[in-house]
C-alpha cells in the first residue's frame, strides 16, 4: 500500500576528515511519495543522496530499502533493486541522438540475465526492437518526439532534464532520486517537468526523492518535505509547516 516504508535511513554518518557532513540523519520515505529533501547551501543534501545511492559507504549508520539492508551494497546492486539516482547526461552521450540516449540505458537484470541474450544473436535483436519501441513511448511521453533525432548535446537545459527524467524510465526504478530537477529548466519546460514527474508518481508508481532549491517546484510536488541544515533533520512535515518553522527560517538566514 502507499503507507508502507520503502526508505529508511538510520543515524547516518558521513564525516571528512573531522568534519561532519552528515551529522547523525534519520528519516523515512513512504512508498508512492514525492518526498522534498531542502535544506541551505551544504547542508549535507548532496552527500545524503550519495550515500542513499551508494557512491560511498556512510562513516555510520544503516540504510534500508524494501525491508532489506542496503547499507553494504555497491550502486549497482542498489540500481539492480530499482533505487535510481539520476545523473547528467554523460558527455561521451552528447553526441548520440536523445533516442539513442534512451536506448543506451542498461536495463535492470531480470531473472533470465544478461548471458542468455548474448547467447543467443536472434534473441538481441528482438531485444533492440523492444528497447527501441519503449525509449520511443518514453521521448512520446515526455513529448520530446520531435527531438528524437537530435543530439542530446543541442537540447536546451529543460529538454536534458526530461530525457534524463527518460533514462530513468528506461530502468524501471521503483525509488528516484532527483538532484535538483529544475536547476537550469525555463518556466514553460519547468511546467511540463513537474506535470511529468507528478504523472510518474500517481499514474505510473514511481516514488521520488527530491532535492530542490526552488520552492514552488516543492511546494507544488512535494509532501513530505524534510529540512536539513548543518547535517541533521532539522524538521520533516508538510510545506507550510516546514516553511513556517522558526528553525527552518534561521537555518536559510544564516546561509552564506
Ligand atoms: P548544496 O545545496 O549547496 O548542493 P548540500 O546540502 O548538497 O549543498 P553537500 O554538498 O552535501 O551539501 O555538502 C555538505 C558539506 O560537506 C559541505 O560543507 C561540503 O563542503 C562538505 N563536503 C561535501 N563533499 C565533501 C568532500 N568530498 N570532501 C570534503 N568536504 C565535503
Known amino acids: 500500500s502507499g503507507q508502507d516504508t520503502m526508505l529508511e535511513v538510520e543515524d547516518l554518518v558521513m564525516t571528512y576528515?573531522?568534519?561532519?557532513?552528515?551529522?547523525?540523519?534519520?528519516?523515512?520515505?513512504?512508498?508512492?511519495?514525492?518526498?522534498?529533501?531542502?535544506?541551505?547551501?551544504?547542508?549535507?543534501?548532496?552527500?545524503?543522496?550519495?550515500?542513499?545511492?551508494?557512491?560511498?559507504?556512510?562513516?555510520?549508520?544503516?540504510?534500508r530499502y524494501l525491508g532489506r539492508d542496503v547499507t553494504d551494497l555497491s550502486t549497482d546492486k542498489r540500481f539492480?533493486?530499482?533505487?535510481?539516482?539520476?545523473?547528467?547526461?554523460?558527455?561521451?552521450?552528447?553526441?548520440?541522438?536523445?533516442?539513442?540516449?534512451?536506448?543506451?540505458?542498461?536495463?535492470?537484470?531480470?531473472?533470465?540475465?544478461?548471458?542468455?541474450?548474448?547467447?543467443?544473436?536472434?534473441?538481441?535483436?528482438?531485444?533492440?526492437?523492444?528497447?527501441?519501441?519503449?525509449?520511443?513511448?518514453?521521448?512520446?511521453?515526455?513529448?520530446?518526439?520531435?527531438?528524437?533525432?537530435?543530439?542530446?548535446?543541442?537540447?536546451?537545459?529543460?529538454?536534458?532534464?526530461?530525457?534524463?527524467?527518460?533514462r530513468t524510465m528506461m530502468t524501471d526504478a521503483k525509488l528516484v532520486l532527483l538532484d535538483e530537477p529544475a536547476a537550469g529548466v525555463n518556466r514553460t519546460l519547468l511546467r511540463k517537468l513537474e506535470e511529468k514527474i507528478a504523472i510518474l508518481n500517481r499514474e505510473r508508481g514511481y516514488t521520488f526523492v527530491l532535492i530542490e532549491h526552488d520552492m514552488e517546484m516543492i511546494e507544488k510536488l512535494c509532501d513530505p518535505v524534510i529540512c536539513m541544515a548543518e547535517g541533521r533533520v532539522l524538521i520533516q512535515g508538510d510545506f507550510a509547516a516546514v516553511r513556517s518553522d522558526p528553525r527552518v527560517l534561521e537555518a536559510y538566514l544564516g546561509e552564506t
Open 17 to 63: 576528515g573531522g568534519f561532519r557532513a552528515v551529522d547523525g540523519c534519520s528519516f523515512a520515505v513512504r512508498e508512492g511519495t514525492i518526498t522534498g529533501l531542502i535544506g541551505p547551501n551544504g547542508a549535507g543534501k548532496t552527500t545524503m543522496f550519495n550515500l542513499v545511492a551508494g557512491a560511498f559507504p556512510p562513516t555510520s549508520g544503516r540504510i
Open 80 to 166: 539492480h533493486l530499482g533505487l535510481v539516482r539520476t545523473f547528467q547526461i554523460p558527455h561521451e552521450f552528447h553526441r548520440l541522438t536523445a533516442l539513442e540516449n534512451l536506448m543506451m540505458v542498461p536495463p535492470r537484470q531480470s531473472g533470465e540475465g544478461l548471458l542468455a541474450n548474448w547467447l543467443s544473436p536472434g534473441r538481441v535483436r528482438a531485444d533492440e526492437e523492444r528497447v527501441r519501441a519503449r525509449a520511443v513511448e518514453t521521448l512520446a511521453f515526455l513529448e520530446l518526439s520531435h527531438v528524437a533525432d537530435e543530439r542530446a548535446g543541442n537540447l536546451s537545459g529543460g529538454q536534458k532534464k526530461l530525457l534524463e527524467l527518460g
